[in-house]
């Protein structure tokens, strides 16, 4: 693994390194959000999520509204999660804009939040797909080794001396 993972970095230099990490994390953050907006925020899986929460007594009461009440929480919802999205995508594109200038924060930003992160949602979110889609929870697993590629080659390019 050490050698192939050698390998793979040896290809780089610190430069497009620094361009592959922005364009894969950000495409990972795109993946996540389509994800989360096609799968995970869709009617069907709201209603097995509300479902499952019947102890709950809120969930209860949102369960015996009127179909029509019922939308009006299922677009609050969306409307509050768009929004973080949204904030999200700002702050990336943020960090991302001064990761590629070299700011030493954005660099512990990249490799001690968005790479470790990134490995453990997107095995996370593996497990959360695989019952909808075999092929979303296949695309997840596939950043995995993109994100320890990143993680690890920070290891490289950017040591403390």
């Given amino acids: 693994m050490k050698n192939l993972l050698s390998s793979i970095l040896n290809k780089f230099n610190k430069k497009s390194f620094k361009t592959f990490t ?7 953050d795109l993946l996540f959000i389509i994800f989360i907006k096609t799968v995970l925020l869709s009617a069907e899986h709201i209603n097995t ?3 499952s929460g019947l102890g709950n007594t809120k969930f209860q009461e949102i ?12 677009n609050l919802a969306h409307l509050s999660i768009n929004i973080g ?7 990336s594109i943020f960090v991302y804009f001064f990761f ?5 924060w954005a660099i512990n930003f ?13 095995l996370l979110t593996f497990w959360e797909a ?9 695309i997840l ?20 001396r």
């Fill in 130 to 138: 695989l019952p909808f889609s075999v092929i979303w929870a296949l």
């Fill in 49 to 51: 999520f509300l479902e």
């Fill in 100 to 104: 590629y200038r070299n700011k030493n």
């Fill in 85 to 91: 999205i949204m904030t999200y995508l700002v702050i």
């Fill in 63 to 74: 369960l015996q509204l009127p179909d029509h009440a019922k939308l009006e929480y299922y």
């Fill in 110 to 122: 990249i490799k001690n939040g968005t790479a470790l992160i990134g490995v453990a949602l997107s």
């Fill in 22 to 28: 922005v364009i894969s994390c950000f495409l990972g």
């Fill in 141 to 160: 697993l596939a950043l995995t080794p993109l994100y320890i590629i990143i993680y690890f080659g920070f290891r490289k390019f950017y040591q403390k």
